[in-house]
């Protein structure tokens, strides 16, 4: 177990030039890259930048982010072969114009001492945002499509905008899967008249914001985009910290919202749900502007609530007419444990519910003192260069086509018997043969997104033999590892691969985590099976066969699972993790949809799991199944069905069974006549089709915001709308004991909040019986459940 650091290591971290980023040697590589000399790390002052806080650094930026063949402008969408990481070292950089997001692009600052990027009194009137991360072309779109928007950081920066007199965004930040913005402050007008926003998100599909503070601003953040999560997010002076402009669910954690006018409006019609944790409102006028419409939208505007403190606030919650929904106090404090406002099945419904003082149920194996666990992605600020071990200087040469099994081996081992090591794994595809084992007390951290690890050839391949590329712990190992920035992956035909399995089991105090004990950790690790450059499974491999029958091409069978978390793991968080079976060729500037095919997405066993802001998509079997599990926190999920989907119909062409898996059966599930156990629904939508979500005879299971989507059947999306009756699939979620899979004990302790399908008759599945159907509870785009409980009654819900 890891304690604090050595007294000698902090007393290094004084005299310490700068930050390890910036001191280690710069030997990642853009494997696939045709340009031999590409850059991945570039230094702002390398590029002529200043930092002085007079200089005007604006061009010098662009020349770093922009050196090389780099992703935007007019017809390039996205790409993966040309990552940069761009880095800022302390220092005030002055700006007249945006800076402008590449795709693939990572900004990072020192953590200790965080670069200020400041907009000049001058800033140019067209600039809409000190930084563009997504700027609109004269056509008036977004360069870049917002939900193809993936694998971007923004860390350890200040955004200054306090100079410009007008309306103007810190952060302009369209953005989708495996994005973070994170330990960043916005420093905005503290004028309102001036119109500031620090973060403004029109569209999108999800990421992660986190560890943020926002002082001033019209607007602290104005957010739009199907799903996000957001933790830890500090407001001070702004006068609307956060305009949830729209959504189908935002999941919000550890927000501190102090002096400002209004804290959360979420009063639009077009914002689906808002589930809002462990946070803090004081000396704010209204906390939360709320807005639910008499239309047959009923499950609009869903609000849930637990863990909430409001400190002289003197209305809580007003509708969109100013009455007040719930009052506060002016000069005294008031504790939410939990408040509901939307739909509940409990299991039955709809019940249509409004209520404070709810007695949620609060597993205390995830929460750690009032809250619920939560622990940012370690940046090692303290530990000087030396401390990190190269997978370059190991040998290994993450060019996508030497073996480095045995290079890395050698590395994570030698991380893992070093208490002051890490391992650092520069950019680079390392093609690996065999299972690389990532032992016991090993910290990894890969350079920026662009360290992948790929599995390919013979041991990968056998659909009956599945096989890890990486094994992070034997089973029933215990011990500690933290692991962040890396992309785990496979090349070609790969059908036994499992991208990560995860059999670690890391010691608590009496089965709780606790500030000492914490548990092990996996940030910004993702699993991206297929349509990158290198892949071997890009449109001219493996393009799309709708006109076809039932007919696969072998050759893109790229995966057996993305993730196992096995029975004896225990005691793992995870942040901004996706596990993402590519549907489309990122390289293609037609976002061209390509066929690949993964059987399973993650499959969660063992204890005490927490899931924060997680995505898997396009799997074939499911995308989340948890058996046997206790205590799991998951917030916000998402999944999507794959595209092909009936065509062929799940679980082709995994037709075999693995009952140690506890796999799904199409066959016993998906009965053809009515006299079957499971009723038919109207129409008899496809039944053999993936699970989002699917849960076996599991304990204290809190899902805190999913989005579970099927948008297409065979390629065309016109299954998934209202009129045609959301019916791309007849079921999406399935919970059940352990009835018939050779599980003891049932399914108890289970909450879901805000739960948002599309494209799926049911719902929800309980043992069977499906318990909503979408037109119950039709929301935005999305049919929204408040509350899902499966115990049977209403368990401790009660009104005071
Ligand atoms: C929240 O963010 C701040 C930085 O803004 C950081 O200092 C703090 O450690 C974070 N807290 C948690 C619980 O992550
Ligand atoms: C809340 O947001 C809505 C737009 O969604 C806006 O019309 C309304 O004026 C806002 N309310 C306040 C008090 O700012
Ligand atoms: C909405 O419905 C409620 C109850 O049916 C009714 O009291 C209220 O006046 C309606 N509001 C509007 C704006 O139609
Ligand atoms: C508000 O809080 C103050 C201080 O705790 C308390 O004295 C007062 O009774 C509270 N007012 C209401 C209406 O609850
Ligand atoms: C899939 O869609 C195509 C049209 O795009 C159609 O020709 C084909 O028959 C469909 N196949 C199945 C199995 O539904
Ligand atoms: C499938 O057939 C349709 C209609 O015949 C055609 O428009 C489409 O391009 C075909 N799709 C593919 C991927 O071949
Ligand atoms: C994209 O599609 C257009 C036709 O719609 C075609 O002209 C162009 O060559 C395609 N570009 C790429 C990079 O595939
Ligand atoms: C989808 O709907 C459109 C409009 O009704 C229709 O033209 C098209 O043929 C449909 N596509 C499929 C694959 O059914
Ligand atoms: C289910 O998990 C419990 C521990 O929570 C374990 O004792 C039991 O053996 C597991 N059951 C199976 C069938 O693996
Ligand atoms: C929902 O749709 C089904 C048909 O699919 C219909 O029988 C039912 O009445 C509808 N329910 C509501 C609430 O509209
Ligand atoms: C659950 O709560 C709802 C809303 O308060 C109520 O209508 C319903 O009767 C309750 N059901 C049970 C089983 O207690």
């Given at each position: 177990?890891?304690?604090?650091?050595?007294?000698?290591?902090?007393?290094?971290s004084?005299?310490?030039?700068?930050?390890?980023?910036?001191?280690?040697?710069?030997?990642?590589?853009?494997?696939?890259?045709?340009?031999?000399?590409?850059?991945?790390?570039?230094?702002?002052?390398?590029?002529?930048?200043?930092?002085?806080?007079?200089?005007?650094?604006?061009?010098?930026?662009?020349?770093?982010?922009?050196?090389?063949?780099?992703?935007?402008?007019?017809?390039?969408?996205?790409?993966?072969?040309?990552p940069a990481?761009?880095?800022?070292?302390?220092?005030?950089?002055?700006?007249?114009?945006?800076?402008?997001?590449?795709?693939?692009?990572?900004?990072?600052?020192?953590?200790?001492?965080?670069?200020?990027?400041?907009?000049?009194?001058?800033?140019?009137?067209?600039?809409?945002?000190?930084?563009?991360?997504?700027?609109?072309l004269?056509?008036?779109?977004?360069?870049?499509?917002?939900?193809?928007?993936?694998?971007r950081?923004?860390?350890?920066?200040?955004?200054?905008?306090?100079?410009?007199?007008?309306?103007?965004?810190?952060?302009h930040?369209?953005?989708?899967?495996?994005?973070?913005i994170?330990?960043?402050?916005?420093?905005?007008?503290?004028?309102?008249?001036?119109?500031?926003?620090?973060?403004?998100?029109?569209?999108?599909?999800?990421?992660?914001?986190?560890?943020?503070?926002?002082?001033?601003?019209?607007?602290?953040a104005?957010?739009?985009?199907?799903?996000?999560?957001?933790?830890?997010?500090?407001?001070?002076?702004?006068?609307?910290?956060?305009?949830?402009?729209w959504?189908?669910?935002?999941?919000?954690?550890?927000?501190?919202?102090?002096?400002?006018?209004?804290?959360?409006?979420m009063s639009?019609?077009?914002?689906?749900?808002?589930?809002?944790?462990?946070?803090?409102?004081?000396?704010?006028g209204?906390?939360i502007?709320?807005?639910?419409?008499?239309?047959?939208?009923?499950?609009?505007?869903?609000?849930?609530?637990?863990n909430?403190?409001?400190?002289?606030?003197?209305?809580?919650?007003?509708?969109?007419?100013?009455?007040?929904?719930?009052?506060?106090?002016?000069?005294?404090?008031?504790?939410?444990?939990?408040?509901?406002?939307?739909?509940?099945?409990?299991?039955?419904?709809?019940?249509v519910?409004?209520?404070?003082?709810?007695?949620?149920d609060?597993?205390?194996?995830?929460?750690?003192?009032?809250?619920?666990?939560?622990?940012?992605?370690?940046?090692?600020?303290?530990?000087?260069?030396?401390?990190?071990?190269?997978a370059?200087?190991?040998?290994?040469?993450?060019?996508?086509?030497?073996?480095d099994?045995?290079?890395?081996?050698?590395?994570?081992?030698?991380?893992?018997?070093?208490?002051?090591?890490?391992?650092?794994?520069?950019?680079?595809?390392?093609?690996?043969t065999d299972?690389?084992?990532?032992?016991?007390?090993?910290?990894?951290v890969?350079?920026?997104?662009?360290?992948?690890i790929?599995?390919?050839?013979e041991?990968?391949?056998?659909?009956?033999?599945?096989?890890?590329?990486?094994?992070?712990?034997?089973?029933?190992?215990?011990?500690?590892?933290?692991?962040?920035?890396?992309?785990?992956?496979?090349?070609?035909?790969?059908?036994g691969?499992?991208?990560?399995?995860?059999?670690l089991?890391?010691?608590?105090?009496?089965?709780?985590?606790?500030?000492?004990?914490?548990?092990?950790?996996?940030?910004?690790v993702?699993?991206?099976?297929?349509?990158?450059?290198?892949?071997?499974?890009q449109?001219?491999?493996?393009?799309?066969?709708?006109?076809?029958?039932?007919?696969?091409?072998?050759?893109?069978?790229?995966?057996?699972?993305?993730?196992?978390?096995?029975?004896?793991?225990?005691?793992?968080?995870?942040?901004?993790?996706?596990?993402?079976?590519?549907?489309?060729?990122?390289?293609?500037?037609?976002?061209?949809?390509?066929?690949v095919?993964?059987?399973?997405?993650?499959?969660?066993?063992?204890?005490?799991?927490?899931?924060?802001g997680?995505?898997?998509?396009?799997?074939?079997?499911?995308?989340?199944?948890?058996?046997?599990v206790?205590?799991?926190w998951?917030?916000?999920?998402?999944?999507?069905?794959?595209?092909?989907?009936?065509n062929?119909?799940?679980p082709?062409?995994?037709?075999?069974v693995n009952?140690?898996?506890?796999?799904p059966?199409?066959?016993?599930?998906c009965?053809?006549?009515?006299?079957?156990?499971?009723?038919?629904?109207?129409?008899?939508?496809?039944?053999a089709?993936?699970?989002?979500?699917?849960?076996?005879?599991?304990?204290?299971?809190?899902?805190?915001?999913?989005?579970?989507?099927?948008?297409?059947?065979?390629?065309?999306?016109?299954?998934?709308?209202?009129?045609?009756?959301?019916?791309c699939?007849?079921?999406?979620?399935?919970?059940?004991?352990?009835?018939?899979?050779?599980?003891?004990?049932?399914?108890?302790?289970l909450?879901?909040?805000?739960?948002?399908?599309?494209?799926?008759?049911?719902?929800?599945?309980?043992?069977?019986?499906?318990?909503?159907?979408?037109?119950?509870?039709?929301?935005?785009?999305?049919?929204?459940?408040?509350?899902?409980?499966?115990?049977?009654t209403?368990?401790?819900?009660?009104?005071?």
């Open positions: 177990m890891r304690g604090t650091l050595p007294f000698w290591l902090l007393a290094a004084l005299v310490r030039a700068s930050f390890w980023m910036e001191d280690v040697a710069h030997q990642g590589i853009a494997a696939f890259n045709p340009d031999e000399t590409y850059p991945v790390f570039r230094n702002v002052r390398d590029y002529g930048a200043k930092g002085d806080g007079s200089t005007d650094d604006t061009a010098a930026i662009n020349a770093a982010i922009s050196a090389g063949n780099r992703c935007g402008g007019y017809g390039c969408v996205g790409t993966t072969i040309s990481i761009v880095y800022f070292p302390p220092g005030t950089y002055l700006i007249t114009s945006p800076i402008i997001g590449l795709f693939y692009t990572q900004m990072i600052g020192d953590p200790n001492d965080i670069a200020v990027i400041k907009g000049a009194s001058t800033f140019t009137r067209d600039g809409k945002a000190l930084l563009d991360a997504d700027p609109y004269s056509n008036g779109k977004l360069n870049f499509i917002s939900t193809n928007v993936f694998f950081q923004v860390r350890n920066i200040m955004f200054d905008t306090t100079a410009i007199p007008r309306e103007i965004w810190a952060v930040w369209p953005s989708a899967q495996a994005t973070v994170h330990n960043c402050v916005f420093r905005l007008s503290p004028n309102f008249e001036d119109s500031h926003t620090g973060i403004y998100m029109e569209e999108g599909s999800g990421g992660m914001l986190t560890d943020l503070v926002f002082y001033g601003g019209k607007y602290g104005q957010f739009g985009s199907q799903q996000y999560t957001v933790r830890n997010l500090t407001f001070s002076g702004s006068q609307t910290a956060i305009l949830q402009i959504n189908w669910g935002f999941t919000y954690k550890s927000l501190s919202i102090n002096d400002c006018e209004i804290g959360l409006n639009s019609p077009d914002v689906g749900s808002v589930t809002l944790l462990d946070s803090s409102f004081a000396n704010v209204t906390a502007i709320v807005g639910r419409y008499n239309s047959s939208a009923t499950g609009l505007g869903s609000l849930m609530i637990q909430v403190k409001y400190t002289n606030v003197p209305t809580v919650m007003e509708d969109l007419d100013g009455n007040a929904v719930l009052a506060g106090n002016a000069t005294g404090a008031v504790f939410e444990h939990g408040y509901a406002k939307g739909n509940l099945y409990s299991p039955e419904g709809p019940f519910f409004q209520g404070r003082d709810i007695a949620f609060q597993p205390s194996v995830l929460k750690l003192d009032d809250q619920y666990y939560e622990r940012s992605k370690p940046q090692y600020e303290n530990y000087p260069a030396s401390s990190f071990l190269s370059r200087n190991y040998h290994a040469m993450g060019n996508g086509i030497t073996d099994t045995q290079a890395l081996n050698v590395l994570f081992q030698a991380a893992a018997s070093s208490s002051t090591s890490i391992a650092f794994l520069d950019a680079g595809f390392y093609l690996v299972t690389v084992y990532i032992p016991a007390n090993a910290r990894i890969g350079e920026g997104l662009a360290a992948v790929m599995g390919a050839g041991k990968f391949s056998d659909v009956s033999n599945p096989y890890p590329v990486i094994q992070i712990g034997q089973p029933g190992e215990t011990g500690y590892i933290e692991m962040s920035d890396v992309i785990v992956s496979t090349q070609g035909p790969t059908a691969a499992i991208a990560i399995q995860y059999n089991k890391t010691p608590t105090l009496g089965g709780k985590v606790t500030a000492d004990t914490p548990p092990s950790g996996l940030w910004d993702h699993v991206r099976i297929g349509g990158f450059g290198g892949s071997k499974l449109v001219a491999d493996c393009p799309i066969t709708p006109n076809i029958t039932n007919i696969i091409e072998p050759a893109c069978i790229a995966g057996y699972m993305s993730m196992h978390i096995t029975p004896s793991a225990g005691n793992l968080y995870m942040e901004n993790n996706w596990l993402w079976v590519a549907d489309h060729d990122i390289e293609d500037w037609n976002q061209t949809r390509i066929d095919f993964v059987g399973r997405g993650l499959l969660m066993e063992g204890s005490n799991i927490w899931l924060v997680n995505a898997v998509e396009h799997h074939a079997l499911y995308q989340y199944q948890l058996v046997n206790t205590g799991v998951m917030g916000q999920i998402q999944t999507e069905t794959p595209y092909y989907q009936p062929p119909q799940a082709y062409p995994f037709t075999q009952t140690d898996l506890y796999d059966d199409f066959i016993a599930d009965p053809t006549t009515s006299a079957s156990t499971v009723d038919l629904l109207p129409g008899d939508p496809p039944c089709m993936a699970w989002a979500l699917r849960i076996l005879a599991s304990k204290d299971v809190m899902v805190f915001g999913a989005g579970l989507y099927s948008f297409f059947n065979n390629y065309s999306t016109n299954c998934s709308t209202n009129s045609a009756g959301e019916n699939q007849a079921r999406i979620f399935s919970v059940q004991d352990g009835t018939g899979t050779g599980l003891a004990g049932s399914t108890t302790g909450q879901v909040y805000n739960l948002n399908t599309i494209g799926s008759v049911s719902m929800l599945t309980n043992k069977g019986e499906d318990m909503a159907i979408w037109n119950q509870t039709i929301a935005t785009y999305a049919s929204t459940v408040g509350i899902f409980r499966n115990d049977g209403n368990g401790s819900l009660a009104t005071s």
